[in-house]
């Protein structure tokens, strides 16, 4: 459902995967006969009618997910939508009930839990790397092109969109967060003085979050960061972890984790420099969320980003929209 760029990225992965694309459906009939499944239409209720449909994936602006799950539900059919799973907790609920009504699994498209690299920087911090952490940084740094928005001019609308950088991309970071640190208490935001007057929600923010026992983080949210990386259309995402034994720098573009450890186990002698640069083979994770999510279909088990688990971190961004709003920090 929704045929636009991560409508494409989904047909992608789940052809990697070996599913079967039965139904592509847009509002622009001759954009959804681009993706290649056997049939392509704008009438949502006729593709949800077809007994041999099993699943669907959500690709719509994000105003339209609540409706197009539930309806997906209520046909029976599993589910799995794209991030943010709704625009209010609200929403998320109404979902989580009416997949739970009919026994179908609901699962967030949340790519970060299938990126390696993630999933090795979480190990390195699990192994005591850096020791407990005590701060984390992470920036989002890109720059939105008007060209870029040709194709998704929704995403300019406040309405269809429900906000900004801070929702598109924070929510991402969020989950890392809690990945890394566990459950926040408080969030702090402010919205940066708009630059990209096109764009009615935020194109830079920042937060601040607290977690108990004094840890801290912070998130940079940008789509106006111009860099001589970004002004090519590339994303810059860094993560810094700071311990007592160390740091650790995550570069997502260079795939890379710049590791400086104190731990005795991760020095390989006496003599040998306590910094080290670790290369992390890269693996689609558009394509292994694809498969996570057909595997949990066949074995009836829920998924590492059900709706259940993944609607605190929708409910940790719109924390930090309250807190644009009010100036103030938000318990959450």
Known sequence: ?????????????????????????????ARASKIGAAH????????????????VSVCLP???????????ADAGKHVLVEKPMATTVEEADRMIAAANRARVLLMVAETVRFDPLVERTLQLVREGAIGTPA???????????TSFLTQRRWFLNSRTAAGGIMLSGGVHDFDILRMLLGEPETVYARRVRQRFVEMQGDDTSVAVVTFPN?????????????TAVTATGEEEHLVRVDGEL??????????????FSEHPGYQSSSSAPPDQEIHVPSADPFEREARHFLNCIQAGLEPITSGRLQRRNLELVLAAYASMQSGVPVWV
Do not use: N
């Open 135 to 145: 701060l984390v940084q992470i920036s989002r740094q890109a720059y939105l092109r």
């Open 1 to 29: 459902m929704g045929c636009g760029w991560a409508g494409a990225r989904h047909a992608l992965a789940f052809r990697a995967a070996a599913a079967q694309l039965l139904w592509a459906v847009d509002v622009d009939p």
């Open 62 to 72: 994000h105003a339209l997910h609540a409706e197009a799950a539930i309806a997906a």
């Open 40 to 55: 392509a239409t704008s009438d949502l209720v006729a593709a949800l009618a077809d007994p041999s449909l099993d699943a």
């Open 246 to 259: 160390g740091s650790l720098l995550v570069d997502g573009r260079r795939s890379t984790i710049r590791l």
């Open 214 to 226: 004094d840890v801290v983080a912070t998130l940079i949210e940008s789509f106006l960061m111009k």
